[in-house]
């Protein structure tokens, strides 16, 4: 008789437990850390998909593998990994567009910045916002010749 009073008050505490806890850390309108809106975001892949553009005629040969934001103080930080998988050097441009809130324009168009990737290597690309009033971003990548 005690071992089955046991057997469910620790069952009965494990479903507690387990319906009580929320899922993930996220805030809602928000994946990895990076603000989505309304965007439906299951994973890595989509998140990358969703925040990422390549400009230009020559399309850079590399794979942005991941994207990672935070916050801190009123500024947004994004980490963004690009990965070359060729043996061959790459060399490309990137830059941010940063909106705000309402989707536009947070900052002024930021400048091409120059990235050597050797190959079979990764390269993690950080930038901060440039004001408090940018809310959102698009990591911008195009190749050079």
Do not use: H
């Amino acid at each position: 008789m005690k071992a089955v009073f046991i057997v469910i008050t620790v069952l009965a505490v494990a479903i507690v437990a387990g319906c009580g806890t929320k899922k993930g850390f996220e805030k809602p309108g928000f994946a990895f850390g990076c603000p989505i809106g309304e965007t439906k975001i299951g994973s890595m892949n989509d998140l990358v998909r969703a925040k990422t553009a390549k400009e230009g005629s020559k399309s850079p040969d590399v794979e942005i593998e991941e994207i990672r934001c935070t916050t801190t103080g009123d500024l947004m930080k994004i980490d963004v990994v690009v990965f070359n998988d060729e043996s061959d050097v790459e060399r490309l441009q990137y830059k941010f567009r940063w909106s705000d809130a309402e989707g536009m324009r947070a900052a002024d168009e930021e400048s091409w910045k120059p990235l050597l990737l050797y190959g079979n290597s990764r390269q993690t690309v950080t930038s901060i916002a440039p004001n408090a009033k940018a809310r959102d971003f698009k990591f911008i990548v195009m190749g050079q010749d």
